[in-house]
Nanobody, 125 residues
Framework: QVQLVESGGGLVQAGGSLRLSCAAS????????MGWFRQAPGKEREIVAA????????YYADSVKGRFTISRDNAKNTVYLQMNSLKPEDTAVYYC??????????????????WGQGTQVTVSS
């Protein structure tokens, strides 16, 4: 059974930082690309960042480029999202996801087959 468990969310002031973690189990972690998505109230789920199996390729949404960094540690079966210079518009539930039989860089939600339960990030102004 594949499980993805996010942690690290919370309440932070604008300009602050948070580091999200996603611990994976139940499949060979290094065989799959991983991604972080977010969903704000009343909005659709959107891609935030993605990383390929080895960590050598990454993708960022324009809204987070230069502020967020995705990384992974295959020895620990964990993917991270370092979020700096947070803005109120970054407030959302953040989800990690594991790619569907794909080791590459994945930016479309339907190409992910397992999702975590989400962690709330709230940025106050």
């Amino acid at each position: 059974q594949v499980q993805l468990v996010e942690s690290g969310g919370g309440l932070v002031q604008a300009g602050g930082s948070l580091r999200l973690s996603c611990a994976a189990s139940g499949r060979t972690f290094s065989n799959y690309g991983m991604g972080w998505f977010r969903q704000a109230p009343g909005k659709e789920r959107e891609i935030v960042a993605a990383i390929n199996w080895s960590g050598t390729s990454t993708y960022y949404a324009d809204s987070v480029k230069g502020r967020f960094t995705i990384s992974r540690d295959n020895a620990k079966n964990t993917v991270y999202l370092q979020m700096n210079s947070l803005k109120p518009e970054d407030t959302a539930v953040y989800y990690c996801a594991s790619g569907r039989n794909n080791r590459g860089l994945i930016v479309k939600a339907p190409e992910y087959d397992y999702w975590g339960q989400g962690t709330q990030v709230t940025v106050s102004s």
